[in-house]
């Protein structure tokens, strides 16, 4: 009953509703034949897009070609910033770490705890903003003992690209050679590229997983449209984009 409940559940809430209203809509007006095929195959996209399966299929193969190094092996611990909220009070200050960039934060210390290596914090924000992602992170930082001293920040940063150029500039200039880089699991892939392309040999090491790489078996959940399943192609969707435009020297 409760997995009732929540198939209902899931169908009265977006994107299920929407998809639910389209095949409706589908059904009612009866297109012709053209117009009807076309209709129907957007549904069946935006379906795919909603499910585990799209999920597991989109996001599966960035997610897995970088695992966790054997040995931590590096200088500095390398931080990518991977969004913040602004005018968000928090326990020293306004400013909170998405939930991305707060697995990252926690990766980060737990490293650091283990190495010791210095920390450099990439990233600026989209925006305009009051405080730079990385000043967030520094902040909540030395709210857990971290010694100041040890963070680097740089705030400059706008996108993936500027964070692997500014940060080049700052580990040649702290003779930085073998950075380990934090980032996102689905993430991962096009920021190495992005480093490789200015010359720093990143180690790279995962941080925020959106789906289960190990999935063994396929259950009826996996059918089910949720907002979460579409924000993970969405985002998956941007990532293969975004190493298009690498590859083809747009970016």
Not at 72 to 93: F, K, N, R, T, W
Request: glycine fraction near 6%; aromatic fraction near 12%; hydrophobic fraction near 40%.
């Amino acid at each position: 009953m409760i997995y009732l409940i929540q198939l209902i559940y899931q169908f009265l809430l977006p994107p299920g509703i929407f998809l639910l209203l389209f095949f409706i809509y589908l059904v009612y007006e009866k297109y012709y034949y053209k117009r009807h095929l076309f209709f129907s195959f957007l549904l069946i996209c935006f379906y795919f897009s909603t499910t585990g399966i799209g999920n597991y299929l989109l996001v599966k193969p960035l997610e897995t070609v970088y695992t966790y190094p054997e040995k931590i092996d590096g200088d500095v611990l390398l931080m990518l910033g991977s969004g913040a909220m602004q005018h968000i009070p928090d326990v020293d200050g306004d400013g909170q770490p998405s939930p991305i960039m707060s697995k990252s934060m926690l990766t980060t210390a737990q490293l650091y705890k283990k190495t010791k290596y210095p920390i450099l914090i990439s990233g600026g924000g989209t925006h305009d903003v009051d405080i730079s992602e990385a000043e967030i992170a520094q902040r909540d930082f030395c709210n857990l003992s971290i010694p100041e001293n040890k963070i680097f920040i740089e705030t400059d940063s706008q996108n993936t690209a500027e964070n692997a150029r500014n940060s080049a500039i700052i580990c040649k200039e702290h003779n930085w050679k073998k950075p380990i880089l934090l980032v996102a699991a689905m993430h991962a892939p096009r920021a190495a590229m992005l480093f490789q392309r200015e010359g720093i040999d990143v180690v790279v090491y995962p941080t925020y997983y959106r789906c289960d790489i190990d999935k063994r078996g396929i259950s009826f959940v996996d059918f089910v449209p949720s907002s979460g399943n579409l924000d993970n192609t969405a985002m998956a969707i941007k990532e293969y984009l975004g190493i298009l435009a690498i590859k083809v020297k747009v970016q």
